[in-house]
DNA sequence: ACGTGCCATAGGCCGAGCTA
DNA sequence: TAGCTCGGCCTATGGCACGT
């Protein structure tokens, strides 16, 4: 083993080390308490030290960032499976609001906090051929195109505006959660079933087939649909909306 | 033993935000 | 609005490891 490679390995070390603090910084304190100083004070090393391995505070919170978004794809992975198009959607939409809410200050620097953080972290991800966030995205998609082509949704229904719409509300809820104190007053999994009622309807009402009378509800409310979730969109954008990865 | 280069540090500059 | 504090960043300097 040469010089050279024990001293990349200890560089590595380092850097490891600064973002472990920078780490429980954020979690502690949150984004905004996050100084080089700071770190530098719990690695026990100089401010300047840090500059060494990153390029400014910005790239250390780019970093987290990207983590906390793999993380939050590792959490939906379980769910990915679930053979069901309807309580596969469910269960994803559970998973992430809990994870917002678990994971509070890691949802906060995600979706948030700065956009470019976000940005970055799914360019870098483009960049080095890992496209799991446009993945992610997809499966969504794919769960609402299975609906339609079982006649669990009207075929006019279109996937992408919906998913994103879908991502929009379910932000909101977990940006509420955060956000104000008094929301929700009943159990958070019943507010994100209350939506997804809401949403879909007839949808739920049966696996195989669903009823023509819930088909019809399904429709109607489709139609109108277009409205509430612009609403809930828009509702969900004055706390910065999550970009599409 | 000495020269060289890398790395860490102390100290300071500058800008932004806060407060009296 | 001036003074103060804080945080990001820069720079001169010294120590240390390594090569010759």
Request: proline share 5%; net charge neutral.
């Amino acid at each position: 083993m040469g010089i050279a490679e024990r001293k990349n390995r200890e560089k590595q070390v380092l850097r490891e080390r600064i973002l472990d603090a920078s780490r429980r910084i954020v979690m502690r304190e949150g984004l905004a308490a996050l100084s080089m100083r700071k770190i530098a004070d719990a690695i026990e090393y100089s401010p300047a030290t840090l500059y060494l391995h990153f390029e400014s505070r910005d790239e250390i919170a780019r970093v987290l960032c990207t983590e906390g978004y793999a993380q939050l794809l590792e959490t939906l992975q379980p769910h990915l499976s679930v053979a069901d198009p309807a309580d596969r959607l469910k269960a994803i939409w559970r998973a992430y609001v809990s994870f917002g809410i678990t994971h509070q200050e890691t949802y906060r620097l995600i979706f948030m906090e700065d956009p470019t953080y976000i940005g970055a972290a799914f360019a870098s991800a483009r960049e080095a051929g890992d496209d799991t966030g446009e993945a992610a995205f997809r499966l969504v998609v794919d769960a609402l195109d299975e609906l339609k082509a079982q006649g669990r949704l009207p075929a006019s229904v279109d996937s992408v505006a919906w998913t994103e719409a879908l991502w929009a509300t379910m932000h909101g809820i977990v940006a509420l959660r955060l956000t104000c104190p008094v929301f929700p007053r009943v159990p958070l999994d019943n507010v994100v079933d209350a939506t997804f009622d809401a949403w879909f309807g007839g949808a739920y009402a049966g696996h195989a087939a669903a009823p023509a009378r819930a088909r019809k509800r399904t429709a109607a409310a489709a139609s109108g649909r277009a409205d509430k979730s612009g609403a809930a969109a828009a509702s969900a954008a004055k706390t910065k909306p999550p970009p599409r990865p």
